[in-house]
């Protein structure tokens, strides 16, 4: 059970870590664009959404306003997070777990 604990804990940790990181990058990039500097990749960004930032880049985007008609951002974003749900009710209906 202390294996399980840590997986779990190690778990947490890493999607705190990435999502602190992704809220973080499109500040960044909201700044830079405010400023008229270089900006952040989309497919940077994206790849933060990808990696488990998907809750963090739509709080960006709502309490920043950043990135919320650019397309094919906002397509490629809800494709990345309706993969990411799928993937979770396939996993929860087959009864598969890390432990």
């Known amino acids: ?9 190690a778990a947490l940790l890493y ?9 973080l990058a499109f500040a960044a990039d909201k ?5 008229g500097q270089r900006r952040i990749a989309e497919s940077t960004l994206l790849a933060f959404v990808l990696f488990g930032g998907t809750p963090a880049a739509y709080f960006a985007r709502h309490s920043l306003r950043h990135k919320t008609r650019k397309q094919p951002f906002s397509a490629q974003l809800h ?3 309706a993969l990411q749900a799928g ?3 396939l996993t929860a209906a087959k009864g598969l777990s890390l432990y």
Do not use: S
């Open 1 to 9: 059970m202390l294996g399980a604990d840590l997986l779990i804990g």
């Open 15 to 23: 999607l705190a870590a990435i999502n602190g990181v992704t809220w």
């Open 31 to 35: 700044t830079a664009a405010q400023q």
């Open 79 to 81: 494709m990345i997070a």
């Open 87 to 89: 993937v979770m009710v």
